[in-house]
């Protein structure tokens, strides 16, 4: 195995390095709060795009047409999770 991550590291590591190194230099002036921000908005607009939807779409299979059989609702609940572990492990400073 390690015959394999010493290929994959020649091969891919200098186009790697070439692209997200001058990436890694712009994170470490600005990192924390604004990846914070820009996680928290693609979450925000996940939940948005979700509520768009229409109904009739989303729930074409659902045995019954109640608030809890609406696949928006849970994918809602399944990203609140998401949020709090990373605000958790998020640090504000």
Known sequence: MANASNIVTTVFGPPLKAVLE??????????LPWSTLCAM?????????????KKEY????????GFW?????????????????YLYFAKWS
């Open 58 to 65: 989303v729930n074409v299979d659902a045995p019954r047409q």
């Open 22 to 31: 001058p990436v890694n230099h712009f994170l470490a002036v600005h990192y």
């Open 41 to 53: 908005a693609l979450f925000a607009g996940a939940v948005v795009w979700v509520w768009t939807l």
């Open 69 to 85: 059989f609406d696949l928006r609702v849970w994918t809602v609940l399944c990203l609140l999770p998401h949020v709090v572990v």
